[in-house]
């Protein structure tokens, strides 16, 4: 097993932040009052195989223990399969691009890891799921004219698999399927059987479409948006925005959301600053992007297992001044919450300047993504209060 100190992430080993306790009896209303942190970084052995990092790790995802963490990669359409535990590439896992037990030859944007070692490929012309023989073993294409959902825009349509999840049986999937410009304002529930389904409601998420920037001119258009994630964590789903703290909770079965609100004492509870949100040059699409990123914004929810312990980042980008190209540097903030989405503790972290990449809890530490001389590796941070 390799190890290193990781040098670029993380400026120290340890930090203090906030004031001492006013009695050692006492405990403190923010947990993360005096928060301390140590880090290692780990290294992943590839053995004679190569694993692809040039589009990183967001296409990885884990199996119900965290011991294995499966990488796609679209190149080869191979998932790489990482133990954990030992650091070593175990396997790479082949997929067919097209024919019957095609995954899709243009681009995936779903690639996730489905109990009993089953794989959920998705874009925007077929959906199913696969066996790790690489055989498809359940057809979920949802052809936007078989649709029946009441209340789902026409455009939503045409994205309906976005973020999908589904129930345990596999007979209703969820997802929030978004209008080009507008974003995610609703929560489709579909019968995966009839075709048929209802949307709702998440008013608090229409946030996050008023910084979706449009550049539309003679000769380009490019779009920026805001990140919405739609997670399943220990059964229940999750959805939130990097625009606002709102975090919407709901289970299989349910027809209503649980909203939380928060109010932070360290930074807003969402942007504030209008932006203009269609452009027609380069220089006013960069202007706008760096109004929306120079603002808070939030990272998607991170839950330890073992303290039972939910923490969400947040960050503040600071300008880049005249060149667009410069290394992108922040404010860095911690926020968490117990098993039921109370807030316990906030903190800024001013020894970073910059947010953990892809992060994860495992083992009761938080793994960090780091390319290491384009080798696979971990920053493993200790959380110590």
């Avoid at 969820?174 to 059987?193: R, V």
């Avoid at 190209?325 to 860095?332: G, T």
Wanted: glycine letters at 6%.
């Amino acid at each position: 097993m390799k190890k290193l100190l990781f040098p670029t992430l993380f400026a120290a080993l340890a930090f203090s932040c906030g004031g001492e306790n006013d009695s050692a009896e006492s405990t403190p209303s923010n947990i993360l009052e005096n928060f301390t942190f140590s880090v290692d970084t780990l290294v992943v052995d590839p053995g004679e195989e190569i694993i692809n990092l040039s589009m990183g790790v967001r296409k990885g995802s884990f199996n119900e223990t965290k011991s294995h963490f499966y990488l796609f990669d679209d190149a080869t359409t191979k998932i790489n399969k990482i133990n954990l535990d030992e650091l070593v590439l175990e396997e790479q896992i082949p997929f067919e691009k097209e024919g019957p037990n095609g995954v899709g030859s243009n681009f995936i944007a779903t690639a996730r890891y489905l109990p009993g070692e089953e794989f959920l490929f998705s874009n925007f012309q077929s959906t199913g799921v696969f066996n790790k023989q690489g055989q498809k073993i359940l057809d979920l294409t949802l052809k936007p004219e078989e649709l029946d959902i009441e209340g789902l825009g026409e455009n939503a349509k045409y994205n309906i698999t976005n973020s999908i999840r589904f129930s345990p049986d596999r007979k209703i999937a969820y997802s929030l399927p978004s209008d080009f410009m507008e974003g995610t304002t609703q929560l489709a529930k579909i019968n995966l059987e009839t075709k048929s389904g209802t949307v709702l409601p998440i008013p608090a998420m229409e946030i996050v479409g008023d910084y979706r920037i449009l550049l539309q001119s003679d000769d380009r258009m490019s779009i920026y948006v805001e990140e919405i994630s739609f997670q399943e964590i220990e059964g229940r789903f999750y959805i939130s925005g990097a625009t606002t703290n709102s975090i919407y909770r709901f289970e299989t079965g349910q027809d209503s959301l649980e909203l939380f609100e928060y109010d932070f004492s360290l930074v807003p509870n969402q942007k504030e600053i209008p932006i203009q949100r269609k452009v027609s040059s380069m220089e006013e699409f960069q202007a706008e992007m760096e109004k929306a990123r120079t603002q808070i914004g939030f990272e998607k929810f991170l839950y330890d297992e073992q303290a039972k312990l939910f923490y969400r980042f947040g960050r503040i980008y600071e300008p880049r001044g005249d060149d667009p190209e410069a290394p992108s540097k922040a404010q860095v903030f911690l926020f968490a919450f117990d098993e039921n989405l109370n807030l316990i503790g906030e903190t800024e972290i001013p020894e970073l300047d910059q947010t953990p990449s892809n992060p994860f809890f495992k083992d009761g530490k938080l793994w960090s993504y780091v390319n290491v001389e384009d080798e696979l590796g971990f920053a493993v941070i200790d959380f110590n209060f």
